[in-house]
């Protein structure tokens, strides 16, 4: 059993194993110190340095990728490592954009450069997929007892990419993320991000194939 507490956008914690995890620690109450950090990557919306400062303790491990290990003095990890966070094994997986592109040949998370997060606390497979498309790659992922996927399109999967996903994987249960309104820094600039998508129609969507629990930011659900 764990605690899981969406943050709002991408941002979790879970109360895991006797551990507090965040994930993408951007918004929402991050008062709670924690004792494993995962951050997917190093864009303004997923790691906020003065977040990450308030929960670190002098034991906290930090775990990223390997173009984000520097900035947030944390442990970069490639597609395919894996760590041993006190009995917590963390995988890393790949997190990209086939189709999505800021420009021509230049997309939003070119492959390597984003990272999404395989957590095994002993009772728990837990998927968080950061920022990406449906990839090759998600067919090696294995069976997940608890998915975290984006829906919000734009930057990444869209609604129905996520159904595809979660058709492809078939986890026992599902949390969707990466959408509604967040505030966030990206250098010195506060800028203000929306996805407006409906989580109701996702979850009516995989009705059959897995359980949904769609949560407002600050709730918390036990699985």
Known sequence: MADFTWL???????????????????????S???????????????TDLNILSRIRKPETVVITTVENHQAVKGIGLAPGEKHDAGGIIV???HAYNIVRMRSPGNPFHPKGFGAGWIVDTGEQRIYHLGDTELIPEMNDIGPIDVMLIPIGGYFLMDLGEAVRTVQLIKPK????????????????ELTHLELKVEPYE??????????????TPGETFTI
């Open 8 to 30: 709002g956008w991408s941002s979790f914690k879970v109360k895991a194993s006797g551990k507090t995890i965040y994930f993408d620690p951007v918004t929402g109450d991050c």
């Open 32 to 46: 709670e110190p924690a004792d494993l950090v995962l951050i997917s990557h190093s864009h303004g919306d997923h």
């Open 91 to 93: 995988t890393a997986v």
């Open 173 to 188: 249960h599902v949390i969707p993320m990466h959408y509604g309104e967040v505030d966030v820094f990206f250098g010195k």
């Open 202 to 215: 996702f979850a009516e969507k995989v009705k059959g194939i897995t359980n949904v629990t769609v949560l």
